[in-house]
T-cell receptor, first 113, second 113 residues
Framework: ETGVTQTPRHLVMGMTNKKSLKCEQH?????MYWYKQSAKKPLELMFV???????ENNSVPSRFSPECPNSSHLFLHLHTLQPEDSALYLC????????????FGPGTRLTVT | GENVEQHPSTLSVQEGDSAVIKCTYS??????FPWYKQELGKRPQLIID?????GEKKDQRIAVTLNKTAKHFSLHITETQPEDSAVYFC????????????FGGGTRLMVKP
């Protein structure tokens, strides 16, 4: 499936590193999302963007910084992460407000050492 | 905000048997209830959804029922097959919550051949 792509697929970083996750959707959707998936909280919403505007920040620590330059691209900038931030980070997109299906990307498996 | 509880967390059935997964939600304003299936190592994908103006919806071997009064909804899988083995997530969306979906904790379904 190529509707929603994410890079990199795997990332190992130290606690002092700065890295970015990238998500791209080719579905013409208006809304994009970042989720964190871990054993503790299987699907935890982090951020929501609608027409490039951030509409939700689910009390996420400032060491995670999202960026949405246009409706097709979404980034998650990471800095000074903690080992407990190790998880699968999933990007998703949908048509926008309303009861529309969310299409997920394959995820980035992040390990913080 | 919305709170979605999902039970059971794990479910093991014999091939050919039925499986039922239940979710409860807290916000009576919720009006959209999707179910996602996530196979091992893959992304979550929508398998069925129901809106609040409908009590039941069926698609081949899967069905979803909604009880708005009791604020619960259930996924029913009949004639289970080994390929139904996966983690299933329920979710709820509230009218005034923008694009936000609140997910349940997931159910790991194992279908034994």
């Amino acid at each position: 499936e190529t509707g929603v792509t994410q890079t990199p697929r795997h990332l190992v970083m130290g606690m002092t590193n700065k890295k970015s996750l990238k998500c791209e959707q080719h579905l013409g959707h208006n809304a994009m999302y970042w989720y964190k998936q871990s054993a503790k909280k299987p699907l935890e919403l982090m951020f929501v963007y609608n027409f490039k505007e951030q509409t939700e920040n689910n009390s996420v620590p400032s060491r995670f910084s999202p960026e949405c330059p246009n409706s097709s691209h979404l980034f998650l900038h990471l800095h000074t992460l903690q080992p407990e931030d190790s998880a699968l980070y999933l990007c998703a997109s949908s048509q926008g407000g309303g009861p529309y299906e969310q299409y997920f990307g394959p995820g980035t498996r992040l390990t913080v050492t | 905000g919305e709170n979605v509880e999902q039970h059971p967390s794990t479910l093991s059935v014999q091939e050919g048997d039925s499986a039922v997964i239940k979710c409860t939600y807290s916000d009576s304003a919720s009006n959209y209830f999707p179910w996602y299936k996530q196979e091992l190592g893959k992304r979550p994908q929508l398998i069925i959804d129901i809106r609040s103006n409908v009590g039941e919806k069926k698609d081949q071997r899967i069905a979803v029922t909604l009880n708005k009064t009791a604020k619960h909804f259930s996924l029913h899988i009949t004639e289970t097959q080994p390929e139904d083995s996966a983690v299933y997530f329920c979710a709820a969306k509230t009218l005034n919550a923008g694009n936000m979906l609140t997910f349940g904790g997931g159910t790991r379904l194992m279908v034994k051949p």
